[in-house]
């Protein structure tokens, strides 16, 4: 398997006639309250910045949408529409609350649903940071699948499966959890210790 194939696969393009249900981005409120036990119940907190991926193509009504999806976002505060080194596009916003960010990326990813780019939208990643310290965890949303999974890179392209079995137990009845982990496609970013849309 090729890296663009794989790249594929972590996004979850393999899984559209798999989808168990529709996705919706409304459902990315319900990290709000999930936000609240992930600190409470395992001492993570809210990172400060948030990517909404898609799958970018070559047409001006396209860069138009990303366009006005960029004016939405720069009003909240900073925002940047950016493309990873696998050719990825990403909506990245940064904000001091969750319920910012969890709003800031429904708004675009509703912009591009309404203008027609719904079957774009590949995933929105939320960082989560342990309040001692150590490494970011995310909660990823695949809109191919209609949930929601953990990631947790521990280094260069491994991950930190216990923490993740972890995050998925304790959050289980919060979120639309995937139940099935063969789903649970790792983002890596383009560096090792960046984010998934760096």
């Known amino acids: 398997m090729g890296l663009f194939d794989a790249v594929r696969d972590v996004l979850g393009l393999s899984t559209e006639r798999d989808a168990t249900r529709e996705a919706d981005p409304e459902d990315f409120f319900q990290l709000n309250s999930a936000s609240v036990t992930m600190e409470a119940d395992l001492d993570y907190e809210p990172a400060t910045s948030a990517g909404l991926c898609l799958s970018a193509m070559s047409s001006t009504d396209f860069r138009s949408t990303l366009r006005d999806v ?24 940064e904000r001091d609350d969750i319920t910012d960010l969890t709003t800031e990326l429904y708004v675009a990813a509703d912009t591009l649903a309404e203008r027609g780019y719904g079957d774009r939208l590949l995933a929105a990643v939320f960082g989560f940071d342990p309040l001692d310290g150590g490494r970011t965890v995310y909660w990823v949303y695949s809109f191919k699948r209609g949930s929601f999974y953990p990631f947790a890179p521990a280094g260069d392209h491994e991950r930190d499966s216990s923490t993740e079995v972890s995050l998925q137990s304790v959050l289980d009845g919060e979120l639309d959890v995937e139940d099935d982990t063969a789903y649970w496609y790792p983002l890596w970013p383009d560096a090792p210790g960046g984010h998934p849309w760096e």
């Open 70 to 93: 960029e004016d939405v976002l720069e009003g909240g505060g900073f925002s940047e529409i950016r493309t990873d080194d696998h050719g990825y596009t990403w909506a990245v916003v």
